[in-house]
């Protein structure tokens, strides 16, 4: 089955400064590649997702990359903000849909003020 | 506005208790979903199911069972607790067929089970 891989598992940033977090998946089917955010103590919520037809996709302070060559795919965050501290989540699915997602063990991600 | 719940956010049980989590969500989706959160690992998938009285096993079935008797409602059960149970028990929901390329799953509050 499929084997999604995160790095690093905690990441601090100054206020301000830019964030990536690495995530890579085995199976080469896999076309789907959400991200989830779960603050501190609440729930995962979607917060970007991209398709392998798809290098780049760009939302406001977020962007994420697929390289399906090298079957890896990253999360960038800009101009970090104190609420971006948070755990987030990569995963990937074979399934079109994106029912079946195999998730990574998660980024913890702290930004000083 | 999806509402996902569950029934209880705190759970204590001793092993070998038969233990039952309940989840309800009320956008009609057809697909909902057990997770177990822990540190480290992620969310792991325990089942899925796509409708009623259908289940599929995910990455760690082992220890669970599932039912699905309506389509607003989604219980996971453990037969016989274990103390490598205690988690953090999230359930999800989503469409079977997305509108959009994308297909979020929406999560419940999670349930945090120990086992002693």
């Known amino acids: 089955g499929e084997n999604v891989e995160q790095h690093p598992s905690t990441l601090s940033v100054q206020e301000g400064d830019s964030a990536v977090i690495k995530c890579t998946y085995s199976?080469?089917?896999?076309?789907?590649f959400p991200w989830y955010k779960q603050e501190l103590g609440k729930r995962p919520q979607l917060i970007i997702d991209?398709?392998?037809?798809?290098g780049e996709k760009k939302d406001q302070r977020i962007a994420v990359t697929l390289n399906k060559t090298a079957k890896h795919f990253s999360l960038h965050i800009t101009e970090t903000q104190p609420e971006d501290s948070a755990v987030y989540f990569c995963a990937a699915s074979i399934d079109n849909a994106g029912n079946m997602l195999t998730f990574g063990g998660g980024t913890r991600l702290m930004v000083k003020p | 506005d999806v509402k996902v719940t569950q029934s209880s956010r705190y759970l204590v049980k001793r092993t070998g208790e038969k233990v039952f989590l309940e989840c309800v969500q009320d956008?009609?989706?057809?697909?909902m979903f057990w997770y177990r959160q822990d540190p480290g690992l992620g969310l792991r998938l325990i089942y899925f199911?796509?409708?009623?009285?259908?289940?599929e096993k995910g990455d760690i079935p082992e220890g669970y069972s599932v039912s699905r008797e309506k389509k607003e409602r989604f219980s996971l059960i453990l037969e016989s607790a274990s103390t490598n149970q205690t988690s953090m028990y999230l359930c999800?929901?989503?469409?079977?067929?997305?509108?959009?390329?994308?297909?979020?799953?929406?999560f419940g509050p999670g349930t945090r089970l120990t086992v002693t």
């Open positions: 999800a929901s989503s469409l079977l067929i997305p509108a959009e390329p994308g297909n979020e799953q929406y």
């Open positions: 956008m009609d989706h057809e697909n």
């Open positions: 991209i398709r392998s037809n798809v």
């Open positions: 199911s796509y409708d009623v009285k259908m289940k």
């Open positions: 199976d080469s089917a896999s076309n789907y």
